[in-house]
C-alpha cells in the first residue's frame, strides 16, 4: 500500500514511519523540514507547507492512505494547526479518491473524556493540555465530516518506552493512563489493512 506520513519527523511519526516500512507499505514522509531527518531506505521524502492545500493536493497524489501524526510542541499555547493539516489534508483525499485517513487525536476530546483519569481530566486537560486538545477536537470533526473512510486514534498519555506489544482499545467508562510511541505506531499500521475502527475514534492504552 502507497501509504503519506504528514509529521515523520516527530517521536511518534518517526515511529509510525519505521513500522510502515517493516510492514512492507510504501513509504512517502512529509515535514516542514527535512535537514535533521534521515530517512529510511526506499522511504521518499517531501518537504514544506502541510496545511497549505495545494502543496498536499500534489503530496496526496498516488497515495491509498494517509497518516495524520502532526501534533505541536506547545501544548498549553492555543493553535489551529492540526485543523488546517486536515483540512488540507482532506481536500486533497476527496480530489484524489484516497481510500482512508488515520490521524492521532489524544485522550480528553469528545466522549474519551471518560476514559481519563481524574488527575488527567482536573488537572491536565484544562492547563498544560488546553491548547493543544481543543486543536485535536477541531481536526477530528474536519476529517469525520469529510465523508473520506477514516480512523481517528487517540492514545493516552505516551511514553518513549520500548514496545509492550498489546494495545487495549477503552471501551465504556474504562480507564487508561499510558501507551508506548511504538505500540500506538504497531496500532496505527494495523488501521490500514483492518475495517474493524473505520468511521469511528478510538482510545487506546496499554494500562
Do not use: C
Amino acid at each position: 500500500m502507497n501509504v503519506l506520513v504528514i509529521g515523520a519527523a516527530g517521536k511518534t511519526g518517526r515511529q509510525v514511519v519505521k513500522q510502515a516500512v517493516a510492514a512492507g507499505h510504501s513509504v512517502t514522509v512529509f515535514m516542514r523540514d527535512s535537514a535533521q531527518y534521515n530517512a529510511p531506505p526506499n522511504v521518499r521524502v517531501l518537504t514544506g507547507d502541510a496545511s497549505d492545500q495545494v502543496t498536499m493536493f500534489h503530496a496526496t497524489a498516488g497515495q491509498d492512505a494517509v497518516i495524520d501524526t502532526v501534533g505541536g510542541k506547545t501544548p498549553w499555547r492555543k493553535t489551529e494547526i492540526e485543523q488546517r493539516v486536515a483540512r488540507a489534508v482532506v481536500a486533497a483525499a476527496k480530489k484524489h479518491g484516497t481510500r482512508r485517513i488515520i490521524a492521532i487525536s489524544t485522550l480528553g476530546v469528545g466522549d474519551s473524556t471518560a476514559h481519563a483519569t481524574l488527575p488527567f481530566r482536573l488537572l491536565l486537560l484544562p492547563t498544560f493540555l488546553r491548547g493543544s486538545t481543543a486543536d485535536k477536537a477541531a481536526m477530528e470533526r474536519e476529517i469525520a465530516q469529510a465523508g473520506v473512510p477514516y480512523v481517528l486514534v487517540r492514545p493516552t498519555v505516551l511514553n518513549d518506552q520500548p514496545a509492550v506489544g498489546s494495545v487495549r482499545v477503552l471501551v465504556g467508562v474504562e480507564k487508561g493512563r499510558q501507551i508506548t510511541r511504538a505500540d500506538l505506531a504497531a496500532f496505527v499500521i494495523e488501521q490500514l489493512t483492518t475495517d474493524t475502527h473505520v468511521n469511528r475514534a478510538v482510545t487506546i492504552a496499554n494500562s
